[in-house]
């Protein structure tokens, strides 16, 4: 089954180098839930996530006749990812003063659009409110550390990997991981002192969106 | 010896498994062993497994997915992408030509550290800077050239306040190189007795009329000065 797939993989890559679209957009099917899913964490919102999913296939589109299969296609992919990623930020940052959403149209809009398994039945305010101050928590960190914590938990990279697609130290990687751990932590609110996980995970007063 | 500081410092690669495999199993110990660094990697656990647990939450449902990869199969053909004439794939077994190796040696691109370039740029500016720096202005003096005169050669001294050289067009009679003739111990006397003698048959010259049937300039004569200044005046 994997042979195949590898098999159909490299087919389809050869024909979306030769300039089939068609064959790109048959590649694209393996990998775009994974993409997005890390684009809307990154971004937050679903429309964003969108846009940027789009940029980063469309570039793999163009750069596909450079893929020389030294690296998996998803580790090649990977890296125009986070290049696509890191260029949104910067351009973001010119668009918009603060791209950071608001917790309550997290809560309302950006989980209502990009719709969730939070919305079955099964749903709980807890969840939502926790998903909120993720996100939102996650929405007050810079964009590089968001990226490389996201990297790291999301997609499972090491320091190395993660510094190498970077283009910087391990031990910056390092630093700017303790630094994203530590403002989620206090973000949170996860008092160390406190057994009971359910004080732990409710919001505190300190928060002031609460 | 347990310390707090330093085991709490390795707790946030204890929860990204990021620590070696004797390294994790000490921490852990000293983790198990500590009450305060124990809740330090409970709260460190807790916040990332709250991170996760939203993050799986935060996922689009199975229905959008259709509408997604249409939207995006229209994007992608809305922007076609020109076919590649010359592939540079690998295929096994087979070597990349020469010219793949010439156009990659041609557009080989090395990710530099922002302060090295700029220390290198630098650098290039000085080099260059130094390189294209007008050289300092030597003066030659270029040796005066050898006149082959037929009059003698004198060394006169002459008194020179600044370095300059002087040339005098001297034009002499054929009574006074006669004269000179008759006397040859005056070429051979001290300058200033030159510059005595010369003074002395100058004013005689002036004092008596000139006679200029038959005058005829006898070459330049070369004077080789002396450089010096007053206080190398003799």
């Known amino acids: 089954m994997a042979t195949e797939f590898l098999n159909s993989e490299s087919e389809l890559i050869a024909c979306a180098q030769a300039g089939?679209?068609?064959?790109?957009?048959?590649?694209?099917?393996?990998?775009?839930?994974?993409?997005?899913?890390?684009?809307?964490?990154?971004?937050r919102a679903a429309r964003d996530a969108e846009d940027l999913t789009q940029e980063v296939w469309l570039r793999a589109f163009r750069a596909l006749a450079d893929f020389r299969g030294d690296a998996s296609f998803y580790t090649w992919l990977?890296?125009?990812?986070?290049?696509?990623?890191?260029?949104?930020?910067?351009?973001?940052?010119?668009?918009?003063?603060?791209?950071?959403?608001?917790?309550?149209?997290?809560?309302?809009?950006?989980?209502?659009?990009?719709?969730?398994?939070?919305?079955?039945?099964?749903?709980?305010?807890?969840?939502?409110?926790?998903?909120?101050?993720v996100m939102d928590a996650l929405g007050e960190l810079p964009a590089q550390q968001r990226l490389i914590f996201l990297l790291k938990h999301d997609e499972g990279m090491t320091y190395e990997e993660i510094a190498r697609a970077l283009g910087c130290a391990p031990g910056t990687v390092k630093k700017a991981l303790f630094r994203a751990v530590a403002k989620l932590r206090m973000r949170l609110c996860v008092e160390t002192e406190s057994s009971d996980e359910a004080t732990r995970l409710a919001p505190c007063a300190a928060s002031k969106n609460f | 010896m347990h310390d707090c500081r330093r085991t709490q410092a390795q707790l946030t690669d204890l929860v990204?498994?990021?620590?070696?495999?004797?390294?994790?199993?000490?921490?852990?110990?000293?983790?198990?062993?500590?009450?305060?660094?124990?809740a330090e990697y409970r709260a460190l656990a807790e916040t990332l497994r709250a991170c996760v647990r939203a993050e799986t939450m935060v996922q689009p449902p199975e229905d959008f997915w259709p509408g997604y990869h249409a939207r995006l199969s229209q994007h992608l053909q809305a922007h076609p992408v020109a076919p590649q004439t010359t592939t540079r794939t690998f295929v096994a077994g087979q070597r990349p030509t020469s010219l793949w190796w010439w156009r990659r040696a041609l557009t080989a691109s090395w990710r530099v550290p922002a302060p090295v370039a700029a220390v290198v740029a630098l650098l290039l500016v000085v080099l260059s800077a130094l390189a294209l720096r007008p050289a300092p202005a030597n003066i030659v003096l270029a040796a005066p050239p050898q006149v082959e005169s037929a009059a003698p050669e004198r060394i006169v001294t002459v008194p020179v306040v600044q370095e300059k050289l002087v040339t005098r067009t001297i034009y002499v009679t054929r009574r006074d190189q006669a004269q000179s003739r008759r006397t040859p111990q005056v070429s051979r006397a001290s300058g200033a007795q030159l510059a005595g003698t010369a003074q002395e048959q100058t004013v005689e010259r002036s004092a008596a009329p000139l006679m200029l049937t038959g005058f005829q300039p006898a070459g330049e004569v070369k004077l080789r000065v002396i450089k010096g200044n007053f206080t190398h005046e003799q």
Do not use: K
């Open chain 1, 78 to 133: 990977r890296q125009i990812m986070i290049h696509a990623f890191l260029n949104h930020r910067r351009g973001a940052a010119v668009r918009h003063a603060d791209t950071t959403l608001q917790l309550s149209q997290l809560a309302e809009g950006a989980l209502d659009e990009a719709p969730t398994h939070a919305r079955d039945a099964e749903t709980t305010l807890h969840d939502r409110l926790l998903v909120a101050q």
């Open chain 1, 20 to 43: 089939d679209c068609e064959a790109f957009c048959a590649l694209t099917r393996h990998y775009e839930r994974r993409i997005y899913s890390l684009a809307l964490h990154y971004c």
């Open chain 2, 16 to 38: 990204c498994d990021e620590l070696p495999q004797a390294e994790r199993v000490r921490v852990r110990a000293e983790t198990a062993a500590c009450g305060a660094c124990h």
